[in-house]
């Protein structure tokens, strides 16, 4: 089954402890995407990446990273995460006809 | 302005009722259209695409375009309400740009 798979589904962290996010597709698509959804804000990109070694700031790129050693393999990267970005993550991969997202991770950081 | 713009709502309606959501966006450069249902706290599930003028139907959905008017809708007839989500409009230029969402209520 083509999918999107984005782990974990739930966390909650403190402000300052880093944190990963992973993201991993089998479509064999190169483009990927992070976005994060907020009430009233719609889905922000944070980071692209449009292969492997290739990846480029969204428009809400401050406070994060990422990185793209596989085709397959997308991971966000919190250094230090603040309040301000509990959020609901989404990992994304485009195919052909548009994206394909993963089930989300809601980020809670107190 | 907004990329791409969408009535926030909530726009509510009757069951088995149309429901027409609608959308503009800014670039007349942008090739691809498409409709993301969300249901609250899943992730958006591509609904339809349409890259030419005109409509596109696919079961009780219909995506219609208007390029020159910048214009991109989205019919559901005989509404659910399991159809019940927030409606997200997308839109292809450089990349993938999203509306805000239209909630879409549909009452029994």
């Known amino acids: 089954e083509a999918q999107v798979t984005q782990n974990p589904r739930y966390l909650i962290t403190v402000t300052g402890k880093k944190l990963t996010v992973t993201c991993s597709q089998n479509?064999?698509?190169?483009?990927m995407s992070w976005y994060r959804q907020d009430p009233g804000l719609g889905l922000r990109q944070i980071y692209y990446?449009?292969?492997?070694?290739?990846?480029d700031k969204g428009d809400v790129p401050e406070g994060y990273k990422v990185s793209r050693k596989e085709k397959r393999n997308f991971p966000l990267i919190l250094e230090s995460p603040s309040p301000n970005q509990t959020s609901l993550y989404f990992c994304?991969?485009?195919?052909?006809?548009?994206?394909?997202f993963g089930s989300g991770t809601r980020l809670t950081v107190v | 302005q907004k990329e791409v713009e969408q009535n926030s709502g909530p726009l509510s309606v009757p069951e088995g009722a149309i429901a027409s959501l609608n959308c503009t966006y800014s670039?007349?450069?942008?090739?691809?259209f498409f409709w993301y249902r969300q249901y609250s706290g899943k992730s958006p599930e591509l609904i339809m695409f349409?890259?030419?003028?005109g409509d596109k139907e696919d079961g009780r959905f219909t995506a219609q375009l208007n390029k020159a008017s910048q214009y991109v809708s989205l019919l559901i007839r005989d509404s659910q309400p399991s159809d019940s989500a927030t409606y997200l409009c997308?839109?292809?230029?450089?990349?993938?740009?999203f509306g805000a969402g239209t909630r879409l209520t549909v009452k029994p």
């Open positions: 994304a991969s485009r195919g052909a006809h548009g994206y394909t």
């Open positions: 997308a839109v292809i230029t450089y990349d993938m740009r």
């Open positions: 670039d007349r450069g942008s090739q691809s």
């Open positions: 990446s449009m292969n492997v070694e290739v990846t």
């Open positions: 349409i890259y030419s003028n």
């Open positions: 479509m064999n698509h190169e483009y």
